[in-house]
């Protein structure tokens, strides 16, 4: 895999939110995802789950790669990329993608609201419904496009 140069980027630790570990993305894609999680996540878990998201769990954002079985850059390769696996509410309460998405219908409302949210603010959204690599997370990616799957 060839080099990655990145520029405009930030090491982000937490935001209104801590996350599972930090991770490296564009300053615009953390402009994206602070709207989304003050606009759009935390309103959201209020009204369906009652409680505040305290942290994101996460499986990483920048990653030197190509989209799987193409020759095309993934986002990751841009830092313009994160995948979500789990929303940990106040109350201790976590909503995992994996298990959340066909689980009881609280779960599984808020786990599609989110994702159909996310649709306003990314670019590009795939979740579960999307394919088999996608079971487990949100792909949520900053863009100009609207590709929500």
Same mark, same amino acid.
């Given at each position: ?59 990483? #954002?920048?990653?030197? !790669? ?6 095309? +850059? %993934? *986002?990751?390769? @841009? ?24 689980? #009881?219908?609280?779960? !599984? ?6 994702? +159909? %949210? *996310?649709?306003? @603010? ?28």
């Amino acid at each position: 895999v060839e080099n990655c140069p990145l520029s405009n980027v930030v090491r982000v630790r937490s935001s209104g939110v801590s996350f599972s570990s930090p991770f490296t993305v564009t300053c615009p894609m953390l402009v994206a995802w602070v709207m989304f999680e003050q606009q759009q996540l935390q309103p959201l878990a209020l009204e369906h789950l009652g409680a505040e998201v305290s942290r994101v769990d996460h499986f990483g #954002s920048f990653a030197c !790669r190509n989209v799987a079985g193409s020759a095309r +850059r %993934s *986002a990751h390769a @841009r830092a313009e990329a994160i995948d979500v696996a789990a929303f940990v509410l106040a109350d201790g309460r976590r909503i995992s993608v994996q298990s959340g998405w066909n689980a #009881s219908r609280d779960e !599984r409302e808020f786990l599609r609201v989110i994702h +159909r %949210s *996310a649709c306003k @603010r990314f670019g590009t959204v795939l979740g579960p419904d999307y394919n088999r690599a996608h079971e487990d997370h949100f792909h949520l990616e900053y863009g100009s496009g609207n590709y929500c799957r």
